[in-house]
């Protein structure tokens, strides 16, 4: 079984600050890696998707990566703005099944 | 915007009492899911739909039900809550050409 892992569960940056929030799944046989972006109350926002062909996609200050043969994602935020703080989860898609991360709640200090 | 709307979005019920939310998109996607969002356990599927009237179990199914009577419409039953199934529900749909996930905003279900 997929086994999906967000590491920190926490994170508090000083705005301005470029970070990287990590994902990292067990099986490679995956058919893309999706991340969102969820706010207190709300429902998931779809942020980047990458398929299993891909090595990176971008999206503003937002860019995601993937490296299939470790298993890892990682996405970037570039010069953090308080309104980025939320918490953000990756979701592996293996054709027949999502895999969810159980997020990294990131906070921006301003 | 994937056009998906649930309601209630906030429900107050009593153990042993049935509850019906519902999930509406209106992009004709044919992928639709139910999962609930707790703490310390993130998102778990209750159920799928591939059609209408096509759909599965999920990893949570015990004590749910589900219809798909239209495209448009998947219907989550409980059809006697419990406090354990106090929960936030959300509905999914999938963009059949990239597999990509749309998250409806969520119905949130106190079971007292």
């Known amino acids: 079984k997929q086994e999906v892992t967000q590491i920190p569960a926490a994170l508090s940056v000083p705005e301005g600050e470029n970070l990287v929030l990590n994902c990292s799944f067990t099986d490679s046989a995956i058919y893309n890696l999706q991340w969102f972006r969820q706010d207190p109350g709300k429902g998931l926002t779809s942020l980047l998707l990458i398929q299993s062909s891909q090595r990176e996609q971008t999206s503003g200050r937002l860019n995601a990566s993937l490296d299939k043969s470790s298993g890892r994602s990682t996405l970037y935020i570039a010069a953090s703005q308080p309104g980025d703080s939320a918490t953000y989860l990756c979701?592996?898609?293996?054709?027949?099944?999502?895999?969810f991360g159980t997020g990294t709640s990131l906070t921006v200090i301003p | 915007d994937a056009g998906i709307t649930q309601s209630p979005r906030h429900k107050v019920t009593e153990t042993g009492t049935p509850v019906t939310l519902r999930c509406h998109q209106t992009e004709n996607h044919r992928y639709m899911y139910w999962y609930r969002q707790d703490p310390g356990h993130g998102l778990r599927l209750i159920h799928y739909s591939y059609g209408v009237k096509d759909t599965d179990k999920g990893e949570v199914s015990d004590g749910y039900s589900v219809s798909r009577s239209k495209t448009e419409d998947f219907l989550l039953t409980l059809e006697s809550a419990t406090s354990s199934q106090t929960s936030v529900y959300f509905c999914a749909i999938e963009e059949a050409n990239t597999g990509e996930l749309f998250f409806g905003e969520g119905s949130r279900l106190t079971v007292l």
């Open positions: 979701a592996v898609n293996t054709g027949n099944q999502f895999y």
